[in-house]
């Protein structure tokens, strides 16, 4: 069994990725379920300047969507609804529909960097309370910016100690060495491989041990292909952990993360 735990859809900052993408990776490359969120809710472009109003996407619209996509699919797709720190608030309306959907609706995400807002920021702080009212792991883009470095989880998860924090990326564009760090010091932390080289996977746990870490990809973000091969042709890092990390880590580790460690994180 494989679940892919950082999968999107949606159409934003030059990004098209399809729901029929997501599902034909799926079923291509044998994946059993999925986490997904909606990239919709990107409220920054690459150079995290503000999207114009006609661009972006109301969180619970969003929301809404990703549900959607995971009912039509029920046992296979679930959500991860991504939220607006910059532009919006946890509204009441947000939170019954979260109350509401909590059958499909597995994880809070946030991307700091395209939200442009620092992840430790006041303006984060009640979606917080939402995730530890619901026992809502939350899904946080990581990477080398100011706004989304791994330090600002680390003070994040300080301050929550009851939520679970998964570090997405293990600091993007990094030589994850912090993150990794980071995630052996403090109980509340995990992190995920998307663009995460396997060496990288081998040390997390070898130094924070093997139920931390959680199988994620960022597909279809390189097409619907993302697992076999990047958008220039090349061969992807994920044919490592299909084909090679096998042959480094134990069976249990490699079940671990594979599939087991998103499991008991998500209920699923």
Known sequence: ??????????????????????????????????????????????EQNRLPAEFQV????????????????????????WLKPLNEECDP????????NLDVI???????????????????ESYMDLAETYELPVITHTGSSNCDNVDRVLRMAKRHPKVKFIMAHLGLGTDNQRAIEIAAEVPNIYGDTAWVPMLSTIQFINQA??????????????GPDTYAQNRMGQRSMYQDYFNELPKY????????????????????
Do not use: W
């Open 106 to 124: 597995r994880a809070l995400k946030f991307h700091p960097y395209h939200s442009a807002v620092p992840f430790d920021d006041p303006r984060i």
């Open 249 to 268: 880590i134990s069976k249990e580790n490699y079940d671990k993360l594979m599939y087991k460690n998103a499991q008991k994180i998500f209920g699923l």
């Open 209 to 222: 041990g093997p139920d931390k870490l959680l199988f994620g990809s960022d597909t279809p973000i390189d």
């Open 1 to 46: 069994m494989i679940i892919d735990s950082h999968v999107h859809f949606g159409s934003s900052c030059g990004f098209d990725m399809k729901k029929e993408y997501v599902l034909y990776a799926m079923e291509h490359y044998g994946i059993s379920k999925m986490l997904v969120s909606n990239c919709e809710s990107a409220e920054c472009d690459h």
């Open 58 to 81: 109301p969180q619970l619209v969003s929301a809404e969507r990703a549900v959607n996509f995971a009912r039509d699919n029920p046992g296979k797709i679930y959500a991860a609804i």
């Open 93 to 100: 309306r947000l939170q019954m529909f979260i109350k509401g």
